[in-house]
T-cell receptor, first 115, second 114 residues
Framework: DAMVIQNPRYQVTQFGKPVTLSCSQT?????MYWYQQKSSQAPKLLFH???????NEADTPDNFQSRRPNTSFCFLDIRSPGLGDAAMYLC??????????????FGPGTRLTVL | AQTVTQSQPEMSVQEAETVTLSCTYD???????LFWYKQPPSRQMILVIR????KQQNATENRFSVNFQKAAKSFSLKISDSQLGDAAMYFC???????????WGAGTKLIIKP
């Protein structure tokens, strides 16, 4: 089945130690999104790629970076995690079609703990 | 700017009963799309139902249906015959016709009482 896969499902890191979260998709979608979700809150969009074009949200801290080496994979790098970065990180994909429902499909998320 | 409001932080319903979750949004656009997503505890966010604003007919997916009132900018979700597996956070989301990003409501936590 086509899907969005995130690894690892749980990640523990130390304060200030860089961490990378990965996302892959078999849907061949143009757009890949990274969201941060804190407990019982709505997902907050950090950035997204439309193909190779990177789109950063204005309020995303510089501490967060992303890479998309090919259509299938996208990575979220947190350069110096702080305690406030502990959250669930969701990856999603969509076709990127304007003028249509263009449903987003989500991965299971990576829960990041910062010690 | 578009906003999405879910005024019920938490709702509870008896198993097998019907519950309605409310969602209102603010937009000046005529063409847009609306979604309800479900996120069970520690599980994946999944699409429940979607509605195109140009369609007058309310969307239905099995036990899930919406009441879309375009003039009132209201998009409520009705869950019939509630089941224990319906317990989750439910998020309402809006998408502009000219864009592909979602604007999210704050979510409603649905509790199912056995």
């Amino acid at each position: 089945d086509a899907m969005v896969i995130q690894n690892p499902r749980y990640q523990v890191t130390q304060f200030g130690k860089p961490v990378t979260l990965s996302c892959s998709q078999t849907l061949n979608h143009n757009v890949m999104y990274w969201y941060q979700q804190k407990s019982s809150q709505a997902p907050k969009l950090l950035f997204h790629y439309y193909d190779k074009d990177f789109n950063n949200e204005a309020d995303t801290p510089d501490n967060f970076q992303s890479r998309r080496p090919n259509t299938s994979f996208c990575f979220l790098d947190i350069r110096s995690p702080g305690l406030g970065d502990a959250a669930m990180y969701l990856c999603a994909t969509s076709r990127g079609r304007r003028g249509s429902t263009d449903t987003q499909y989500f991965g299971p998320g990576t829960r990041l703990t910062v010690l | 700017a578009q906003t999405v409001t879910q005024s019920q932080p938490e709702m509870s319903v008896q198993e097998a009963e019907t519950v309605t979750l409310s969602c209102t949004y603010d937009t000046s656009e005529s063409d847009y799309y609306l979604f309800w997503y479900k996120q069970p505890p520690s599980r994946q966010m999944i699409l429940v139902i979607r509605q195109e604003a140009y369609k007058q007919q309310n969307a239905t997916e099995n036990r899930f249906s919406v009441n879309f009132q375009k003039a009132a900018k209201s998009f409520s979700l009705k869950i019939s015959d509630s089941q224990l597996g319906d317990a989750a956070m439910y998020f309402c989301a809006y998408k502009r016709d000219s864009n592909y990003q979602l604007i999210w409501g704050a979510g409603t936590k649905l509790i199912i009482k056995p």
